[in-house]
């Protein structure tokens, strides 16, 4: 937890040193795939069959000889379709993971790419899917949702704490400034509820609405380079 009761957590592409923690960088979410691609398409790319994105995050995992640091959740392509669920969160385990979120995340995804990926079973089904297999392995979860029903269904399959999506951003103010009224409502909505911390993901795009999703959230997601920050 960061200054102020906050629960902030910082998108990383690799992990230095274990003193990034001790310096205040709060939590951290590793993401492999977002090294050596533009903060505002990076997230487009992970997802995209041009790249094995959990093949990336494995390879980056056997080269940490003393296993993922604490305070690391590790960011999991979770609707691959290549890796059978069970196996592949046992080598996790041996990597020495211990926390998993499911991001890149379809949540991105609107429209009819959207409808497209769930009618083919790669969408927030699947990979709530395999967030509850994760909860039930024994690992912590976060899970990445974009309204309030799949978040709802994530805190069910076993996420401690979520985090609303609210889209890329489009570059036209009004519609960013609706995605972002959007996501503080399902953020609000799901707070009420109880059961967890309730995060908002603030996307390379969304920098001038930062303070308004500040206040709708218990923490930010924060993408590289953005910088971990706590505040008020």
Known sequence: MGKNGRFDVQITAALHSSTEQAEGAGDRLFCPVFGGHPVDRAEYLALLPVQ???????????????????????????????????????????????????????????????????????????????????????FAVTGFAADADIGRRLRAAGAGRLVVHPGAATGDPSRDAEAVANAAAVAAELRGEGGGPVLLYRPAGFEDHHDVMRRAADGLVLPPGAGHSNRP
């Open 52 to 138: 094995d994105s959990n093949g990336r995050l494995l390879a980056a995992l056997a080269e940490m000889p003393d296993g993922v640091p604490e305070g690391v959740c590790v960011g999991v392509l979770a609707v691959d379709p290549f890796r059978p669920v069970g196996p592949f969160l046992e080598t996790l385990r041996r990597f020495g993971v211990r926390a998993v979120a499911n991001f890149p995340t379809t949540a991105l995804f609107d429209g009819e790419t959207g409808e497209t990926l769930r009618g083919v079973g790669l969408g927030a089904q699947r990979e709530a899917s395999f967030l509850e297999q994760a909860a039930q392995a024994g």
